[in-house]
């Protein structure tokens, strides 16, 4: 059996007492509280970005294409899906799925109340499985196969609570064009994101609906919403889907077009690394103070040891197996109780946030392996690195001086 191992076994918490078992036991939990909370912050940290991404994503793709205006009217300019870009695009195994919409300004009526909203025409292609986590109650728009318009409209919850309406009731929108319209629509589902942009005044209705008021072809959309298999891969594609377009179409990310949503997205990524920082920082501090700690507690042992003929290398491992036999204790429980968090949290939605500030009713969890093995590598390198620090102390270390020492 390896002798410094054997010695460092000899001299762990589990087979001493008092102050050397506290030292350890005061290590382990620095260890475990510090990686716990480290794979605690990137669950969330993710679960944040993947839940309010998705919502994103879910109402407006990954990309827009569309024709190319001078003014900011809110009324889209129409396209054909005869261009180059929709006939080709599914062509590419990067993308999804491509949809087209429309989008049109109008005041909606309740009882007693009138809103100012921006219809968004969808038709049968529209992803409604991206959709279906923010729809609370009701059903999606059931489209028609012909030419006729479907009199179905989703309202958010918010728009629904201003003007006193729910899944069932008839609603009025009038659209400001020459001459004036209006159309008479059944709410059938209530959506909910919780995002600003799209909770106060956009509302789903059929793309058909839009076509006949403009008086467009039936082949005519206002744009095209595209989806990538791997959102993460969006400013990769762009320039592909850039090359792909025709020469009056228009390609916007959701990323640039929502940027103050992805901005502070991103902030918060920036907050957790200073964080992750931090916590190595104490981590490493704390290994080296212990384990200046027990070497100053075993200098009568490193004496007698040296006294024995042995030599400064085999003491020091004897500390740096010490170390890392610490580090494993305390990596184990770090994993499992941040991990547990996890799980608990993923399984219960414990605990509520107030989705007026953070977008989601519930502390979201995404599991990513990769950032939670990383965590892992990472401080086991660092902390293992330090423990030669207070071990090169060994090496000066008077055996005769060691062994008189109390």
């Known amino acids: 059996m390896n002798l410094s191992y054997f010695i460092a076994k000899r001299i762990?918490?589990?087979?001493t007492g008092g102050f050397t078992g506290t030292i350890h036991r005061i290590a382990v939990a620095s260890i475990a509280l510090g990686l716990s909370i480290m794979i605690i912050s990137f669950l969330i940290l993710g679960g944040f970005q993947s839940v309010i991404s998705e919502k994103v994503f879910s109402f407006t793709g990954h990309y827009q294409v569309h024709r190319f205006v001078m003014s900011k009217s809110l009324e889209d300019s129409p396209t054909s899906k005869e261009s180059f870009f929709y006939t080709h695009s599914m062509e590419h195994d990067?993308?999804?799925?491509?949809?087209?919409?429309?989008?049109?300004?109008?005041?909606?009526?309740?009882?007693?109340?009138?809103?100012?909203?921006?219809?968004?025409?969808?038709?049968?292609?529209?992803?409604?499985r991206s959709f279906e986590p923010s729809l609370i109650k009701g059903r999606f728009i059931q489209f028609d196969d012909g030419e006729s318009a479907v009199n179905e409209v989703l309202l958010s919850t918010k728009i629904a609570r201003k003007l006193l309406l729910d899944v069932g009731d008839r609603v009025t929108i009038y659209f400001v064009q020459d001459p004036p319209r209006f159309r008479r629509l059944e709410i059938v589902g209530l959506y909910e994101t919780f995002l600003e942009d799209f909770d106060e005044k956009v509302i789903i209705g059929d793309i058909q609906t839009i076509r006949v008021l403009n008086d467009w072809d039936l082949d005519k959309v206002g744009g095209f919403e595209v989806f990538i298999q791997d959102p993460r891969k969006i400013d990769r594609y762009a320039d592909d889907l850039y090359d792909l377009t025709d020469y009056d179409l228009r390609l916007v990310k959701s990323t640039d077009k929502y940027i103050q949503i992805f901005d502070w997205l991103e902030l918060l990524n920036n907050n957790v690394y200073v964080f992750l920082g931090l916590i190595l920082f104490v981590a490493a501090f704390n290994?080296?103070?212990?384990?200046?700690?027990?070497?100053?507690?075993?200098?009568?042992?490193?004496?007698?040891?040296?006294?024995?003929?042995?030599?400064?290398?085999?003491?020091?491992?004897?500390?740096?197996w010490n170390g890392l036999r610490i580090i494993g204790r305390g990596m184990f429980l770090g994993n499992l109780i941040g991990l547990g968090f996890g799980w608990i949290q993923d399984s219960t939605r414990l605990i509520r946030l107030d989705p007026e500030n953070y977008y989601m009713s519930f502390v979201p969890v995404y599991w990513d392996w990769t950032a939670v093995l990383g965590l892992n590598i990472l401080i086991l390198i660092i902390t293992t690195a330090v423990l030669f620090i207070p071990a090169m102390i060994i090496s000066n270390v008077n055996p005769i001086k060691a062994i008189r020492f109390d």
């Open 287 to 320: 290994m080296v103070s212990i384990l200046f700690i027990l070497i100053m507690e075993r200098t009568q042992m490193i004496g007698i040891l040296k006294a024995l003929g042995a030599k400064n290398k085999q003491i020091r491992r004897v500390f740096i």
């Open 94 to 128: 990067y993308i999804r799925h491509v949809q087209g919409y429309a989008n049109k300004p109008g005041l909606l009526k309740g009882d007693e109340e009138v809103e100012g909203v921006i219809m968004k025409g969808v038709g049968p292609d529209f992803d409604v």
């Open 12 to 15: 762990s918490f589990k087979k």
